[in-house]
């Protein structure tokens, strides 16, 4: 087993703030559901910043703020219902289930990837991508960054391994070539901002042929 991954402080304070990009958003939630201890570490940060909020000067509110609170509420009276999963993966962690997904588009060999139709950011948007066994990506960097979150399976770098839960973070400056160390296909959600870059003479010869 490998050692726990996790997001970047950085990255879980700017969650817990609510200004994480959208897509990078839904890859935290994802890794979240999977390792509540951290869920919990999270909702104390967003419990100290509701405590700073309260402790803040009162600011005036529109003369008819009231009345559009109400009419809201009024609106959304009735039998509260539990949302019903928007997509056929029943494994997915459960901030997954809330969105559609894309029809599975073949990347190469025991290689595919599916959308997943969360909020985008610019070129930042979130995939599902899965490897099967003893596959590896072919060796990439990034042009900007992608956030990887490991939902079922194993793979490893050239100097880690990521298992279930685990998180990686890579950017422009990270050139890696995961490859699936599991018995089954490796399964990931992945924020992605913008397209991988191949590197090598003979990956640029495939990169047209490369898109996620």
């Given at each position: 087993?490998?050692?726990?991954?996790?997001?970047?402080?950085?990255?879980?304070?700017?969650?817990?703030?609510?200004?994480?990009?959208?897509?990078?958003?839904?890859?935290?939630?994802?890794?979240?559901?999977?390792?509540?201890?951290?869920?919990?570490?999270?909702?104390?940060?967003?419990?100290?910043?509701?405590?700073?909020?309260?402790?803040?000067?009162?600011?005036a509110m529109p003369d008819?703020?009231?009345?559009?609170?109400?009419?809201?509420?009024?609106?959304?009276?009735?039998?509260?219902?539990?949302?019903?999963?928007?997509?056929?993966?029943?494994?997915?962690?459960?901030?997954l289930r809330r969105y559609?997904?894309?029809?599975?588009?073949?990347?190469?060999?025991?290689?595919?990837?599916?959308?997943?139709?969360?909020?985008?950011?610019?070129?930042?948007?979130?995939?599902?991508?899965?490897?099967?066994?003893?596959?590896?990506?072919?060796?990439?960097?990034?042009?900007?960054?992608?956030?990887?979150?490991?939902?079922?399976?194993?793979?490893?770098?050239?100097?880690?391994?990521?298992?279930?839960g685990d998180f990686e973070?890579?950017?422009?400056?990270?050139?890696?070539?995961?490859?699936?160390?599991?018995?089954?296909?490796?399964?990931?959600?992945?924020?992605?901002?913008?397209?991988?870059?191949?590197?090598?003479?003979?990956?640029?010869?495939?990169?047209?042929?490369?898109?996620?």
């Amino acid at each position: 087993m490998s050692a726990r991954h996790n997001p970047s402080e950085e990255r879980l304070l700017a969650y817990a703030a609510g200004t994480l990009s959208p897509p990078e958003a839904v890859v935290v939630a994802a890794h979240l559901a999977m390792r509540p201890e951290n869920d919990a570490w999270v909702r104390q940060l967003q419990a100290v910043g509701g405590r700073l909020l309260d402790e803040l000067e009162p600011a005036a509110m529109p003369d008819d703020a009231l009345a559009r609170v109400l009419a809201r509420a009024e609106a959304d009276a009735g039998q509260a219902l539990a949302s019903t999963p928007l997509n056929d993966m029943a494994g997915l962690p459960e901030p997954l289930r809330r969105y559609a997904l894309g029809p599975w588009r073949w990347l190469g060999p025991g290689m595919r990837a599916r959308d997943v139709h969360a909020p985008r950011d610019g070129d930042c948007r979130v995939i599902l991508l899965e490897i099967g066994p003893g596959r590896e990506t072919p060796k990439h960097t990034h042009g900007g960054v992608e956030l990887t979150c490991v939902i079922h399976g194993a793979y490893a770098t050239e100097t880690e391994r990521f298992d279930v839960g685990d998180f990686e973070e890579a950017d422009t400056e990270v050139l890696h070539q995961p490859r699936v160390v599991s018995p089954d296909p490796c399964l990931c959600v992945v924020a992605l901002d913008g397209q991988i870059q191949l590197d090598g003479w003979l990956g640029k010869l495939i990169q047209p042929f490369i898109k996620l």
